[in-house]
């Protein structure tokens, strides 16, 4: 009994003792971490207040306000020139102007948004290469970030080759009139990016749509829709009160309501009027205009519901072009 007995007295004491040492381990082991986290701060603090990093920062900085200074300096005198030129050139107003100048104005938006990406890529790589000294861990990172963006900028990459394939095929320019789908949206293009392109509505919202996400475009070339009605009265009185409604709410027009001809058969009066409207806006035409027609003709006068034709007359002439001709057919 006193032999267990010693023996467990000496076992006992002998994991306490061990449990003594570990506890004393343990605590200069994590004194010692507590030093070299403090020792790293310390260092990181020294760093920050040290005239390397201070450098360092001066530069980089320097290299960032001259990087905004070609960029402003690109960027706006390009336009100014530009614009120079166009105002001594007084050029007539016909439609190869016009899209020769859109075409210039989408040039000088894609050049712009281009080197706001390239200038800022330039910076931070300049600004890597300062602070970090070591080439082979500068290129690890970068391979790193290379990974990890590369994997996050799917979309990105999806915008701009979309962005691509809309200017090298010509679907818009800067200064058209387009609707795209599938959200819709229609307005003036203001701005083409590579990544973006910003409308701007007809109630004044700028929109920003990604052109990855484009799927169709509709571009009203002509920077408006015509339209033509026939409205046929039974007296000449009717006919008086309907050419006299058209001045009403001209200001909504691009072309104001006119009148085109009038040919008067068996006592009825055909009138054959012209408007012209902002795209998205055939609204005032196929119910606002014919609205305020059937007022001031009355409903006794109206001989029938006026006739509204959408077709442009340019392009009907090259359709017209493009179909050959009953004779020449026979003929061959």
Same mark, same amino acid.
């Given at each position: 009994?006193?032999? /267990?007995?010693?023996?467990?007295?000496?076992?006992?004491?002998?994991?306490?003792?061990?449990?003594?040492?570990?506890?004393?381990?343990?605590?200069?082991?994590?004194?010692?971490?507590?030093?070299?986290?403090?020792?790293?701060?310390?260092?990181?603090?020294?760093?920050?207040?040290?005239?390397?990093?201070?450098?360092?920062?001066?530069?980089?900085?320097?290299?960032?306000?001259?990087?905004?200074?070609?960029?402003?300096?690109?960027?706006?005198?390009?336009?100014?020139?530009?614009?120079? %030129? %166009?105002?001594?050139?007084?050029?007539?107003?016909?439609?190869?102007?016009?899209?020769?100048?859109?075409?210039?104005?989408?040039?000088?938006?894609?050049?712009?948004?281009?080197? %706001?990406?390239?200038?800022?890529?330039?910076?931070?790589?300049?600004?890597?290469?300062? /602070?970090?000294?070591?080439?082979?861990?500068?290129?690890?990172?970068?391979?790193?970030?290379?990974?990890?963006?590369?994997?996050?900028?799917?979309?990105?990459?999806?915008?701009?080759?979309?962005?691509?394939?809309?200017?090298?095929?010509?679907?818009?320019?800067?200064?058209?009139?387009?609707?795209?789908?599938?959200?819709?949206?229609?307005?003036?293009?203001?701005? /083409?990016?590579?990544?973006?392109?910003?409308?701007?509505?007809?109630?004044?919202?700028?929109? /920003?749509?990604?052109?990855?996400?484009?799927?169709?475009?509709?571009?009203?070339?002509?920077?408006?829709?015509?339209?033509?009605?026939?409205?046929?009265?039974?007296?000449?009185?009717?006919?008086?009160?309907?050419?006299?409604?058209?001045?009403?709410?001209?200001?909504?027009?691009?072309?104001?309501?006119?009148?085109?001809?009038?040919?008067?058969?068996?006592?009825?009066?055909?009138?054959?009027?012209?408007?012209?409207?902002?795209?998205?806006?055939?609204?005032?035409?196929?119910?606002?205009?014919?609205?305020?027609?059937?007022?001031?003709?009355?409903?006794?006068?109206?001989?029938?519901?006026?006739?509204?034709?959408?077709?442009? %007359?340019?392009?009907?002439?090259?359709?017209?072009?493009?179909?050959?001709?009953?004779?020449?057919?026979?003929?061959?």
């Amino acid at each position: 009994m006193a032999f /267990f007995q010693g023996e467990a007295n000496g076992s006992g004491t002998g994991t306490l003792g061990k449990a003594g040492q570990g506890i004393q381990e343990t605590g200069e082991e994590t004194q010692t971490r507590l030093q070299e986290i403090q020792d790293s701060f310390r260092g990181f603090y020294e760093y920050l207040i040290s005239a390397e990093f201070i450098s360092n920062v001066i530069v980089t900085a320097i290299i960032a306000v001259l990087g905004v200074l070609f960029y402003e300096t690109v960027t706006r005198g390009i336009p100014l020139v530009l614009r120079w %030129r %166009r105002n001594l050139g007084d050029e007539p107003q016909d439609a190869e102007t016009i899209a020769r100048r859109k075409r210039q104005d989408t040039a000088i938006t894609l050049a712009r948004n281009a080197l %706001r990406y390239v200038i800022f890529a330039v910076v931070v790589v300049l600004a890597v290469g300062i /602070f970090v000294r070591n080439p082979l861990g500068a290129a690890a990172g970068a391979t790193v970030l290379a990974a990890v963006l590369g994997f996050g900028a799917q979309s990105f990459l999806r915008d701009i080759i979309a962005g691509f394939s809309i200017l090298f095929e010509g679907q818009y320019s800067v200064g058209d009139f387009v609707q795209v789908e599938p959200t819709k949206v229609s307005g003036v293009v203001e701005e /083409f990016g590579l990544r973006t392109t910003r409308i701007r509505a007809l109630s004044g919202e700028v929109i /920003f749509i990604p052109n990855g996400t484009i799927t169709g475009v509709t571009n009203y070339v002509s920077g408006q829709q015509r339209f033509t009605l026939e409205v046929q009265v039974n007296d000449a009185e009717a006919a008086e009160r309907v050419i006299g409604s058209l001045g009403e709410a001209s200001e909504l027009y691009l072309a104001p309501p006119r009148l085109a001809g009038r040919e008067e058969l068996d006592g009825r009066v055909r009138l054959r009027i012209l408007a012209g409207v902002l795209p998205s806006m055939a609204w005032l035409v196929e119910e606002n205009l014919t609205g305020r027609i059937k007022a001031a003709a009355g409903e006794e006068s109206l001989a029938a519901e006026p006739l509204i034709y959408k077709v442009d %007359r340019s392009n009907l002439r090259r359709i017209r072009k493009l179909i050959p001709r009953e004779n020449e057919k026979n003929s061959g």
